[in-house]
C-alpha cells in the first residue's frame, strides 16, 4: 500500500511568526521614543540642532530601548525574506522576482544594522557630549532609517509581489497594495533631492506591515507531488 503523502510541504519557519515579530518588535521599539511615552519625542530631520542634540543627550535609555527592540525587528525581517524567497522557488517561481526581493530584503537588514549602530555611537557617553558630532551622526543614522529602509523595502515588496500575481499565488488585492507600496518606496528616492516628500518613507513603512503579514498568511506552503515548475 503506497503511504506517499499527496502533498509536499516547504521546510522552513513559518512566515506568519517572523511576519508578526517583525512587527510586533518594531512597533514596540517606538513607544518609548513617540509621543505615546510623553514629550520630547524622537525630533525629525526637519528639527535644528539645538532641539536634536539635547534630546539624545537625556534620552540614552529611551533611545537603547528603541533600537534594542528595532535590532531585533531588523533580524525578523532578514529571516522573512530569506524563507520567502525560498518558499517562491519550492513554489516554482524561476524569474529574476525573488532574487530582486533577496537584494532588496538584504539591503533593508544591512541598512537596519548601519542605523542602529550608528545611533547607539551617538549616544555613547564620550561622544554624545559633543554636539557637532551628534548631528553627523544622526543624519547618517536617518539615512540608513529613511531613504536607506524605503528604497530597498520597495524592492523585496515588489520582488514578491509581481511574480506572486503572475502566478496567482496570492490574493490579487496583497499583490496590488505590494505595487502600490513598492512604486511609494521607489519615488521615496526623491526625499534625498526634496525633503518635502519624507512622507513616502511612513507610506512605504507601516501599509507594509499589512502586506507582510498578508503575505505570510497567504502564500503557499505546499504544493501536489509531481507538479510541474511554473516558469516565468
Keep these: 500500500m503506497n503511504t506517499t503523502p499527496a502533498i509536499q510541504r516547504h521546510q522552513g519557519p513559518h512566515l506568519g511568526l517572523l511576519a508578526i515579530l517583525y512587527t510586533v518588535l518594531f512597533n514596540a521599539g517606538l513607544y ?5 511615552a510623553g514629550k520630547p519625542y524622537w525630533p525629525g530631520p526637519w528639527e535644528s540642532a539645538s532641539v536634536i542634540v539635547p534630546y539624545f543627550q537625556t534620552h540614552h535609555t529611551q533611545v537603547l530601548a528603541c533600537l534594542f527592540l528595532q535590532f531585533g525587528a531588523i533580524v525578523c525581517l532578514g529571516l522573512f525574506t530569506s524563507v520567502a524567497v525560498s518558499q517562491l522557488r519550492f513554489l516554482g517561481v524561476r524569474s529574476a522576482g525573488p ?20 545611533t547607539w555611537t551617538l549616544i555613547h557617553p564620550a561622544v554624545v557630549q559633543t554636539p557637532s558630532v551628534v548631528i553627523a551622526l544622526y543624519y547618517i543614522a536617518y539615512s540608513f532609517g ?4 524605503s528604497l530597498p523595502m520597495g524592492l523585496l515588496i515588489a520582488g514578491i509581489s509581481i511574480p506572486a500575481l503572475l502566478h496567482r499565488l ?6 496590488i497594495l505590494g505595487i502600490v ?6 519615488l521615496s528616492w526623491f526625499h534625498l533631492i526634496s525633503p518635502p516628500v519624507l512622507f513616502l518613507i511612513p507610506l ?3 501599509p507594509g506591515f499589512i ?13 501536489p507531488l509531481r507538479t510541474a515548475s511554473v516558469t516565468a
Design 211 to 223: 502586506w507582510i503579514i498578508a503575505v505570510a498568511f497567504a502564500l503557499p506552503r505546499t504544493i
Design 99 to 118: 532574487w530582486i526581493a533577496l537584494l532588496g530584503g538584504f539591503l533593508v537588514v544591512f541598512d537596519g544594522f548601519a542605523g542602529a549602530f550608528t
Design 204 to 206: 512605504t513603512r507601516f
Design 181 to 186: 507600496l513598492a512604486i511609494t518606496g521607489e
Design 146 to 149: 529613511g531613504p536607506g529602509f
Design 170 to 175: 496570492l490574493p490579487k488585492w496583497i499583490c
Design 32 to 36: 518609548p521614543v513617540t509621543a505615546y
